[in-house]
């Protein structure tokens, strides 16, 4: 009997090899090692304006995680393809905390998108710009290069597109505090992080200059970190080890007037992360002198000042700051903002895309990563022609074997029914038909079987914002566009309910390969696939290998290396350049 | 008979290890390893404020080659010293042009000024801010840190001071060229290297956007560097092999539209070192495309143009460019001459020192590196004395005995006495005495010992504005305050002429140790001591030995050396960030 569990294995063992990412990932790994590739220093990048005109463009906005790892594996012999992005570079995000103390430098962490094009021969057309307006209706976008208004020729240019590719990313979110963009620091950008580490050695060389009283100096010295996610809490974690192992050294007169602080509006930090990581964090850092504040919500902030109100007791308080740095979720582009009003979709975080990453409301225009959601489609709405498809006698009533027919397709069209059976601990999909009383019943009507059903859509996720999804929404949409046409002969999806066939391809489905949150003094704390929860230091070298398995380049791979190798023997450096 | 190459060879050869540089440099060399020493990580910082108030006040403003190379050998045992800079760095500024390319990535070249003083035990106190104005009569000196002004403390503070030492550098020359301060680049400080950087890769990604016409093109990528000393051709190399090397591969399209010029005025690049690496480094320039304009002077630069001025023909003529970058001599900032003011000293380029590095004019006040310079005594002011010392017998002649007895100290006093016989090939100085038909005179009166010595003052020398000079008088410095009470018990300098005893230093010697023209493609020309000339693939290779072996510390020479590695394998990097 195929069951429900098989189906589950066969379909998560398919189709990629990303299981093997964390062993592979000891080794050095190769799986992202495409831009290795020997280098054709022909001039293959002239030759592509004589490009066949047959050949459908495909435009990409953003070079981030999700646009690059769509570009990696395109097919390029198939598609004209243009790169569009204010960045030149792709950077490597999960290491920028490390990036604000000078653990790992910028340099290190950044792959010129260039590149990556030229190692695949130089096919690709990429420009340094921003972009300013999509207008889905004459399929064209129009861009901005972000350089020096006095240079000859002109920033401004447009390009037509037979599919775009919105890869855009998101910005930081305020949640509409006052002050915040004026007085605070971010961990978005490669040039917020180095931002961070000039800040943090200022307010030290302001914190010793003479004629100051203590006051003034422990006020310069308080860093304020809002938001206990992952990212804010390995930036606390960074700053600590930066001040404690390498800055108390320099400055020893002011080493007992430094203060980190660290705001979280939930009951405790790393609340996306078991709950034995978030006690194990919070015990570390009291430990390590940081303070934590959970529970506190941040209603704005000064530039010296830092106003919070105490949900629970209601008090409002106000604490002095050197420094701030605000890491509380993500926010929409204003240029995304713009699109979403074009094809009616407002009042919405992010721009709806459907399962196969296709934006609701206009066509041949795909999103992903951190500027998209996946809209997933709910069961209930679906549930007579799901019914009707299933029952191929025509009786009114769905036999066991009838289900079983379907559940394969169901189960890849709304994921959420997976998660259900999970969140119910039940063996087999069909242990869903069981009466109150736990006995199988022999075939339900549709009456019984929007019953049986009716509560799987509460077990909808929406996607984290993270680097894992977009890089593997990239690498998904990329297997779409390489595959289309042998899809389109030979559907692979599931079964189209309302009627007859197959979707083309199957919807992204998104697998978590754990995520790690590092805690500083060579601990790390990690949730792994299977509910596995690792912490300590034997988790920081997991983290080491896993991050540097994931490198772009050897190059940034061989840098990273040394970086941490350098900051072992010589410490963090912390001259202002 | 103690000749006066004896003399010479004699006080070459003392005080100093120095001419041992070269060979101990290609072993890596730890002439400069001050900043090695075993770290003590004890607060000895906050102990100094406890510091015994007997102790004299030395206040060293700037950090630069001068100011470094006096706090490294400086006996703070015997002093309180405080420093003030802007920089909370040491920059090996012979790399930076190797920084505008990204061969050496900037922290390669800084070493923090609190890590200098950390390892020798904290009892240095050094404030990163910029100093204002110095006044000589109450001794005081007002400064400033460049921090945020928003942040709670004030930035402005005053210093007092026992002695000063003034190591403030120069700023750049523009010679009052209208737009050079606005439209040009220059090579003088990290940020500088930076953005030169960032610079040369946004004429690049400007170049290649669509919309832009060929000639728009070529213009974006025409770069310009104006001064042949050896900066600007060390510049011009660099971004030769940037370019051709690395840039070319990431940018085919515009290979063919990149244009470097370099404009000199004088007739020649290069022309402080011997002809021929002038000529090799014209041909090699030329045989690189690299247009080499000699004898043409710029009079005014715009945002997109450049007015040259030929001297030969006097025609006028203008060139669109992209980028200038400026790199002709020094000019003096504006507290050296504020200072310079109170002093006495106007019209004046630099501070003048007398030949022991006091500043003239003021009391227990130094100058070093390029803000200074030596106005060495002349032997015809002090003719007289010297008669009148030299003859001891009252006779009114001067036997050739009688002047062997002072020779020794007018070479030390008067070094342009050294530099006269050694143009005029004399083997003796007593030579010197000859009459018009080479016969030995027994003895000269006043009027031919003036008309014997007529000629030498017209070989004084003043130095150049070189790293090698700044390092050198700050070793210098340092050893005299080292050696002051010993010193003043028992000088050890020159005879004073005009009255009984000595010096109690000798004054101030420079050794030129030669000089390197790194020219790009692996090739490099050098001037060394002893007029030995080398060029070519060998003389890069002990470029790279001299300038690893002179690095500030450890940390800094693994630093370069991994950078180098990493250039040959991976090439240089273009993300701007």
Same sequence: chains 1, 2.
């Avoid at 599919?163 to 949640?175: D, E, H, K």
């Amino acid at each position: 009997m195929r069951g429900f569990s098989y189906f589950i294995k066969h379909f998560h063992g398919s189709p990629s090899s990303s299981k093997l990412l964390i062993l592979l990932s000891i080794s050095g790994g190769g799986l992202v090692a495409y831009a290795d590739s020997p280098v054709d220093s022909r001039s293959n990048y002239s030759k592509s304006t004589n490009v066949e005109p047959k050949k459908k463009r495909i435009l990409v906005l953003g070079t981030g995680w999700a646009g690059t790892s769509f570009l990696k594996d395109l097919d390029i012999s198939s598609y004209d393809v243009q790169v569009v992005s204010p960045r030149n570079y792709f950077a490597f995000t999960p290491l920028l905390p490390s990036v604000t103390c000078g653990t790992v430098e910028a340099r290190s962490i950044v792959e010129p998108v260039r590149n990556i094009i030229k190692k695949r021969n130089g096919e690709i057309k990429y420009w340094e710009a921003e972009c300013l307006k999509i207008d889905p209706a004459s399929k064209k976008v129009f861009c901005k290069a972000n350089l020096d208004e006095a240079l000859v020729g002109s920033n401004y240019f447009s390009l037509n597109y037979d599919y775009l590719v919105i890869a855009l990313g998101a910005r930081v979110n305020t949640f509409n505090t006052p002050g915040v963009l004026e007085f605070c620091h971010f961990i978005k950008e490669v040039e917020d992080a180095q931002k961070i580490r000039i800040t943090v050695i200022d307010r030290f060389e302001k914190a010793v200059l003479p004629d100051l009283t203590e006051e003034e100096r422990r006020i310069n010295l308080h860093f304020v970190i809002v938001g206990g996610g992952p990212t804010g809490c390995e930036f606390a974690a960074e700053l600590h080890d930066f001040i404690y192992e390498d800055l108390v050294k320099l400055y020893p007169s002011v080493k007992d007037l430094i203060k980190i602080t660290l705001i979280q509006s939930g009951d405790h930090i790393l609340n996306t992360f078991d709950e034995r990581i978030s006690t194990f964090a919070e015990q570390k850092f009291r430990r390590d002198g940081i303070e934590v504040l959970t529970g506190c919500r941040v209603l704005s902030v000064t530039e010296s000042s830092i106003n919070i109100k105490h949900k629970s007791t209601k008090e409002l308080s106000s604490v002095s700051h050197g420094m701030v740095v605000w890491s509380t979720g993500v926010g929409t582009r204003p240029v995304v903002m713009d699109f979403m009003e074009k094809v009616g979709q407002t009042d919405r975080r992010a721009l709806a895309t459907d399962e196969w990453l296709r934006v609701k409301g206009c066509e041949d225009v795909y999103a992903l990563g951190d500027c998209a959601t996946i809209d997933q489609r709910k069961i209930m709405e679906d549930i007579s022609s799901i019914f009707k498809a299933a029952d191929v006698d025509n009786s009114g009533t769905l036999t066991i074997e009838e289900f079983r027919q379907v559940m394969e397709d169901m189960i890849i069209r709304y994921p959420q029914l997976d998660l259900y059976c999970k969140s119910k601990h039940l063996l087999e999909l069909t242990d869903i038909f069981k009466d109150s009383k736990g006995n199988v019943r022999a075939e339900v009507d549709l009456k019984g079987f929007r019953r049986a059903l009716a509560h799987v859509d509460s077990q909808t996720k929406s996607l984290p914002a993270t680097a894992q999804v977009a890089a593997q929404q990239g690498a998904y949409l990329s297997r779409c566009f390489n595959r289309w046409d042998r899809c389109k002969s030979n559907p692979e999806g599931p079964l189209l309910f309302d009627k007859s066939g197959r979707h083309e391809f199957r919807p992204f489905l998104y697998k978590h390969l754990g995520q790690f949150a590092p805690l500083g003094g060579e601990q790390a704390a990690a949730e792994l696939p299977g509910d596995w929860v690792s912490m300590g230091r034997s988790t920081q070298w997991l983290w080491y290998s896993v991050y540097l398995s994931k490198q772009v380049s050897w190059r940034t791979r061989v840098l990273v290396v040394s970086d941490w190798t350098r900051r072992y023997v010589f410490g963090r450096d912390s001259s202002r350049v």
